[in-house]
């Protein structure tokens, strides 16, 4: 399944990305056979580990049937919640990972999800980002998002982490914009080989972009890393 890496959902860049019944029937479509959106779990795991601790709660958001939330359940981190829009692909997930202990599947609306506050200390993203920039009113349904990952995110020390192709000039206002929560953020720019085609090997290893590595053909994509930051450091920051 190293061969379906898109750049985002949908393709065609309209309100389908959204939509419920697209995605039921790409699903059901697919059956089992994992649709990876940008990278697998294996190209990235190496940036992704170092900011996960074993004992966090985790939620996948728009998890799709990406291997990402089984990569990461498989190397350690068992208290994940994993979500999508799409109930064929929840119910899916839940029958082909039933025998892993504590991996929980919900249909949610990442611009309206249903847990509490304070609820996760990860959030991961692999593309769902890219596939709301793909929506009509994108920057309202990102910015949408985004507050609504914030929200769900433990103050202070909660990270969520965006793995996107989506360039700083369209993903930064959003993040520095308090109206969607304040964050501190990281961003890593990475990159991964390709053949000439731009699929990526399933064994191919992400690297940072500005590594000696003189690739023929590569795929440039960035993990941003945002912590949401605490109550006090927040109005502190609103007050200078």
């Not at 085609?197 to 795929?219: L, M, T």
Request: charged share 25%; with cysteine; hydrophobic share 35%.
């Amino acid at each position: 399944h190293g061969d379906n890496n898109s750049d985002g959902g949908g393709g065609g860049g309209g309100s389908e990305t959204l939509d419920v019944e697209y995605w039921d029937d790409l699903f059901a479509e697919s059956g089992n056979h994992p649709t990876e959106w940008l990278v697998t779990y294996s190209t990235i795991k190496t940036h992704v580990i170092p900011y996960i601790q074993p004992s966090d709660k985790i939620l996948v958001v728009g998890c799709g049937n990406s291997d990402l939330s089984m990569g990461l359940y498989d190397d350690g981190f068992a208290d994940i919640t994993s979500m999508d829009i799409s109930l064929v692909v929840v119910e899916q997930m839940k029958k082909k990972f039933a025998d892993r202990e504590g991996m929980q599947w919900d249909v949610e609306d990442v611009l309206e999800m249903t847990y509490s506050h304070d609820s996760f200390d990860i959030i991961m993203d692999k593309s769902l980002l890219d596939c709301v920039f793909h929506c009509s009113d994108a920057v309202m349904k990102v910015s949408n998002m985004v507050a609504e990952v914030h929200r769900v995110l433990r103050k202070g020390t909660g990270l969520a982490l965006f793995l996107t192709v989506q360039t700083d000039d369209k993903v930064m206002p959003i993040l520095k914009n308090p109206d969607y929560g304040v964050w501190v953020v990281e961003k890593i720019n990475l990159k991964v080989e390709t053949d000439c085609e731009g699929r990526v090997p399933q064994s191919a290893i992400a690297v940072i972009q500005d590594e000696e590595f003189n690739y023929a053909h590569s795929k440039e994509f960035g993990l941003y890393v945002c912590r949401a930051m605490s109550v006090d450091e927040e109005s502190s920051k609103r007050q200078r």
